[in-house]
């Protein structure tokens, strides 16, 4: 099929390259010139494992291209797949202005009968708005008709998620355009869930917003755990063994980020508001998260008393391993925190120091390597758990920092192993263990 996938994010990109991949026709096209220029030159501008293989076996077989023109995107095309942002506007709505403007182009560009699918995670609603809009602009012999299929891909496994994902959500109310959506998908042979528009649209926020209820149930559970001298680790296996509950999103940490589910979980509790309806349990996940982000930071406070002029290395800032993506990311609230006290920050990450130069500049240092982001700290912060970091032994904390204190947001390591290395270590849900500092000389 002759597809085009409007916007070249996390999202589209890797939809788009993984259609090609499977047989289709495929045109990226993105607003965004310079990154159109490093794709047809085969370079990915994201990190996801895998990608920038595929982008250029497809490009090098021809059913791959990238564009930035207008016309060569929308033109002649059987089905057109916008994935572009849906960011937070500041009253927790999602804002949909890059939505419209695509929706718009797609109105005056097209010249055939055109199935538009939003894969764009959004409000209960829009399909039917962004259908008018487009059906407002087209001349009336053009048949437009839209497809709700929200996307459900992990970033960091992207790839694997789009060949092999456990569901793919067609909503619409035109029955031809579905059979249409669900045969571009067929190659993947993966189960498909036919619906209206509504519920396709709602499926993705009631998703997300029940994997953010669990993160936020288990932190929530890993503060009392603390207090009552449980250990959330233990707990939390011995509640994922039980097959109604299941491990996945029950790991204790500092709080989700990430460019979905903070975005999402305000969204949804916006769709409430606007519609007179008070979303409790959704309310309750986003202020734990919000309280939880500065977990880590509130304990080094009682422990040190201040954290003004010492020196905190902060290892890791995606907001998850395997990503490059640092949009509401954990490490940036620590980071602000840290900043705000006067403390001294370096930071490590295998890929995201680039992303986050943008935010904090040059007010914090980058080390290349993990080793020597620690060196002479005075608190090392795990905010991130790649594989780089959680496999350091804790030898080298001791060896390295001035005084080895390990604030571990991620529990990467078992209290056993912390206190046989005669460290102070911080870890969620778990004892702490603090250990009299020796100075490093
Ligand atoms: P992103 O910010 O990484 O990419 C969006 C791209 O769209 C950008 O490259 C931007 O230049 C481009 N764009 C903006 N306006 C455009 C226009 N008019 N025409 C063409 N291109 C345009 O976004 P993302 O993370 O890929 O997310 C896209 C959507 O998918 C969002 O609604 C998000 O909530 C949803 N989603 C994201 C993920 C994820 O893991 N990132 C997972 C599931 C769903």
């Given at each position: 099929m002759r597809v085009t996938v409007t916007g070249t994010g996390y999202v589209g990109l890797v939809t788009g390259v993984c259609l090609a991949e499977v047989g289709h026709s495929v045109i990226c096209y993105d607003v965004d010139q310079p990154k159109i220029e490093k794709l047809k030159a085969g370079i990915s501008p994201i990190y996801e494992p895998g990608l920038e293989e595929l982008i250029r076996k497809n490009l090098d077989q021809n059913r791959l291209s990238f564009t930035s023109r207008v016309e060569q995107a929308y033109q002649d095309q059987e089905i057109i797949i916008v994935a572009v942002g849906t960011p937070e506007k500041e009253d927790g709505s999602a804002n949909l202005c890059y939505l419209e403007r695509a929706a718009e182009q797609i109105g005056k560009s097209i010249n055939r009968d055109t199935v538009v699918v939003i894969k764009s995670t959004v409000p209960i609603g829009t399909n039917e708005k962004i259908i008018k809009q487009i059906r407002g602009i087209v001349p009336p012999e053009i048949n437009v008709e839209i497809v709700s299929n929200p996307e459900f891909l992990r970033e960091g496994a992207g790839i694997e998620d789009t060949f092999n994902g456990e569901r793919i959500v067609i909503g619409s109310n035109h029955d031809e355009a579905a059979k249409l959506v669900e045969e571009l998908y067929q190659p993947f042979s993966i189960p498909v869930v036919r619906t209206d528009l509504r519920s396709a649209e709602m499926i993705k926020y009631a998703s997300n917003t029940f994997l953010a209820t669990k993160i936020s149930f288990i932190n929530e559970m890993a503060n009392l755990c603390e207090k009552m001298g449980s250990n959330i680790e233990d707990v939390a296996l011995g509640m994922g063994l039980d097959s109604r509950i299941g491990?996945?999103?029950l790991r204790a940490g500092i709080g989700f980020g990430g460019s979905c589910f903070p975005k999402d979980t305000k969204a949804l509790e916006n769709i409430a508001n606007q519609n007179d309806f008070e979303f409790k349990i959704l309310q309750s996940v986003i202020e734990v998260n919000s309280e939880q982000k500065q977990k880590l930071f509130v304990r080094a406070k009682e422990l040190m008393g201040s954290v003004t002029g010492k020196k905190a290395a902060v290892l890791?800032?995606?907001?998850?391993?395997?990503?490059d993506d640092v949009r509401e990311a954990p490490s940036i609230d620590l980071i602000n925190s840290l900043l705000n006290e006067q403390a001294e920050v370096v930071a490590y990450d295998p890929v995201a120091s680039e992303k986050m130069k943008s935010i904090f500049e040059e007010r914090i240092e980058y080390a290349s390597s993990p080793e020597l982001a620690i060196e002479d700290a005075e608190l090392a912060f795990i905010v991130t758990e790649w594989p780089q970091i959680k496999r350091m032994p804790l030898e080298l904390f001791k060896d390295r920092?001035?005084?080895?204190i390990i604030l571990d947001g991620r529990n990467c390591y078992s209290l056993e192993e912390a206190r046989s290395a005669r460290v102070s270590y911080i870890s969620i849900g778990r004892e702490k263990i603090i250990h009299f500092q020796k100075v490093k000389r």
């Open positions: 491990h996945q999103f890791g800032l995606a907001f998850k391993p395997n990503t920092m001035k005084t080895p």
